[in-house]
């Protein structure tokens, strides 16, 4: 480490040169919200173009990126993208509690089958959730430490993030599971006034 240090002491051997470094390292988070942004963009005109006629599609924020059935709204049981995870979770608009009664019947398990992985069951809002699991062909494949180095992913290899995000949302959007969506969304609705 104090070889790197001194390697990047001598790197800056101008104030202009400290400077920029600086600048930069102040845009960091400017520069992943812009990677994240396009990912988002890209995901979203494949969906409004060749997407399933049954599910929705809506931006959200500057990264997060919903799916929920058609006919239902957002308040509803959504899948849910944002750089740290990829989940289905029970909108606000849902009793959780009831959410959670209806997923341990083993009908509901293809849901949980969709995953790859599973991070997170029945957690706040999150029915099901796992973390940060894409694969370039990189150390971090599978398991990706923070969505820091996701980020840079998510704008330089974008087709491919959003082809294997699209190809997890697929895995959830069969009749099937669209079904149990609606399903869990017509039982689980809280009283509203």
């Known amino acids: 480490m104090n070889e790197l240090i001194i390697k990047m002491q001598e790197m800056f051997d101008t104030p202009e ?15 992943q919200n812009r990677w994240w942004q396009s990912l988002q963009s890209a995901v979203y005109q494949i969906e409004c173009t060749m997407g399933n006629p049954n599910w929705e599609i809506k931006k959200w924020g ?11 709204n957002e308040n509803s049981l959504v899948i849910h993208f944002t750089g740290d995870y990829f989940r289905i ?5 849902l009793d959780f509690a009831k959410v959670n009664e209806l997923i341990v019947d083993q009908r509901f398990n293809p849901i949980k089958a969709c995953f790859d992985r599973i991070d997170v069951v029945s957690q706040n809002d999150t029915i099901v959730c796992e973390y940060r699991n894409f694969s370039f062909g990189s150390s971090y494949d599978g398991r990706f430490p923070n969505h820091q180095t996701l980020s840079w992913y998510a704008g330089n290899r974008t087709n491919d993030f959003a082809k294997q995000l699209i190809e997890k949302v697929r895995k959830i959007q069969t009749p099937e599971i669209t079904a149990l969506f609606r399903e869990i969304n017509e039982n689980c609705r809280k009283d509203m006034p």
């Open 89 to 93: 979770c029970a909108s606000g608009h």
């Open 62 to 72: 500057g990264w997060d990126i919903k799916w929920y059935v058609k006919g239902e």
């Open 17 to 31: 040169k400290w400077n920029s470094f600086q600048e930069l390292v102040n845009q960091n988070g400017n520069i």
